[in-house]
């Protein structure tokens, strides 16, 4: 009955500290939105209200083990900037972009490494309408590698149209 007794401790012990050290460690990097301004991109850090626009889904809850942690992320991103900067540029003025962080990757091409980042990419109109898309991004450059889960808008009142007879 001790050894139960103690056994049912440390596994309480075990699962409180990894709980705690969850809470602790768990760092969130601040997202940065970027808006087309009058033909020029600015950046600041996201406000509440453009957070609650888009649905932050956190779909990891660990680090993969093919992830790469060998990259450390700079506080100043330049593919970020350069990425933000190739998408909104054929915007209207007043789009803003955010582009939220899923996980870093390193792809083997020719026996070379190349570090890659799959990002949550939302844009908001002026209009209030939301689009968005999963993209893997080269994190050297910034040029998009590949793109999916692209929004799809559908109208969902089409037009009727009025038919009138001729001829009467």
Not at 94 to 121: C, H, S, Y
Not at 156 to 168: A, V
Request: hydrophobic share 35%; no cysteine.
């Amino acid at each position: 009955m001790k050894n139960l007794l103690k056994l049912t401790s440390l596994v309480v012990f075990i699962v409180g500290v990894y709980f705690l050290s969850q809470v602790i460690f768990k760092t969130e990097v601040p997202l940065t939105t970027y808006k087309k301004q009058d033909n020029h991109i600015t950046s600041y850090q996201s406000t509440p209200e453009e957070l609650a626009k888009i649905n932050q889904n956190k779909s990891l809850k660990r680090s993969p083990a093919s992830s790469n942690n060998q990259i450390t992320k700079p506080k100043h991103r330049i593919w970020e900037v350069n990425l933000s900067s190739e998408l909104l540029k054929f915007q209207e003025n007043n789009t803003k972009v955010i582009i939220q962080d899923l996980e870093t990757l390193t792809l083997m091409e020719k026996g070379k490494p190349r570090f890659a980042q799959k990002v949550m990419i939302t844009y908001l109109f002026p209009n209030n309408h939301q689009s968005g898309a999963t993209a893997l991004v080269d994190l050297e450059n910034g040029k998009i590698i590949r793109v999916w889960n692209r929004t799809k808008h559908e109208d969902l009142n089409p037009k009727t149209s009025n038919l009138n007879p001729t001829n009467l």
